[in-house]
């Protein structure tokens, strides 16, 4: 163990202080996301992952790599964290989960009665939510960085007889577009940046789901305040939200839990 620790540290000093700028792209992805975590060790927490990027960009501009360089290993370094989360739940999905496999309790209410249209499931791991939606009628589409969930979820569709779209990538790489939706489920997703571009590329009059925890579940980044979903939707109608204790979809114990269902305003003539 201490051998590794001295080699993630010499790892770090031959990345950012004694290599040239422009050795940086012989750098293995792998390696330069194993001195990002070796810094962040040592470094003040931080409350989001954009401020622990932000505190990094200056330590990287301290070590006098060029601003191309820099933003060179910030893309690489995303990309190869989102490599690596896509393997940890590769594996927990081809063993087999212990969440409800089942659609949503929430998504369910907020569609009854509801006019098929677009759908966006985010981050649809095993299609669970995408394959309910598809047999409803609606044109469903679908991403999450699992391949082994996107292949699950494809796979639930074809012996259902439905149709769905799966993207392999992360929320920042995938484009939401503008008023394109008449349906978005958030349903546990692990980050914040896709409920707020819900905003624009709901459709007017479409409606956005989300369920998650509450920052008394363990106080998680992705986790939300009381009252701070209806902040983020402010200016649309509120047809549900409330802050619950109770078993959600993942886990086996009842936990804190918030959950929305809001709809933009539809154009006014």
């Excluded at 999450?144 to 639930?156: C, E, F, H, R, Y």
Aim: glycine fraction near 8%; aromatic fraction near 8%; charged fraction near 30%.
């Amino acid at each position: 163990m201490l051998r590794n620790l001295v080699l993630r540290s010499l790892i770090t000093c031959i990345l950012f202080i004694f290599i040239p700028s422009s050795a940086i792209a012989q750098i293995t992805d792998a390696a330069i996301a194993e001195a990002f975590w070796e810094w962040e060790k040592s470094a003040p927490p931080s409350s989001s992952e954009a401020e622990a990027l932000s505190r990094y960009r200056l330590k990287l501009k301290k070590d006098g790599l060029t601003d191309a360089a820099i933003e060179d290993t910030l893309v690489r370094l995303k990309r190869e964290a989102l490599r690596q989360e896509g393997e940890f739940y590769d594996s927990i999905y081809a063993k087999g989960t212990k969440s409800a496999l089942g659609p949503n309790k929430l998504l369910v209410e907020a569609v009854r009665g509801r006019k098929p249209g677009s759908a966006l499931d985010v981050a649809m791991g095993q299609g669970r939510n995408s394959v309910y939606l598809a047999n409803l009628g609606w044109t469903v589409t679908g991403f999450d960085i699992s391949k082994v969930g996107l292949q699950q979820a494809n796979t639930k569709a074809k012996a259902e007889g439905v149709v769905i779209r799966t993207v392999l990538t992360g929320d920042e790489d995938f484009d939401f577009g503008y008023e394109k939706w008449d349906l978005i489920a958030i349903i546990y997703a692990l980050e914040k940046r896709s409920v707020r571009r819900a905003r624009q590329a709901l459709k007017p009059g479409g409606i956005v789901v989300v369920e998650s925890g509450h920052k008394d579940a363990s106080g998680a980044p992705f986790e939300y305040e009381t009252g701070e979903l209806q902040k983020i939707f402010e200016g649309f109608q509120i047809l549900r939200a409330e802050k619950i204790t109770e078993k959600g979809d993942w886990g086996e114990k009842p936990y804190p839990l918030v959950r929305i269902i809001a709809q933009k305003p539809s154009r006014t003539r």
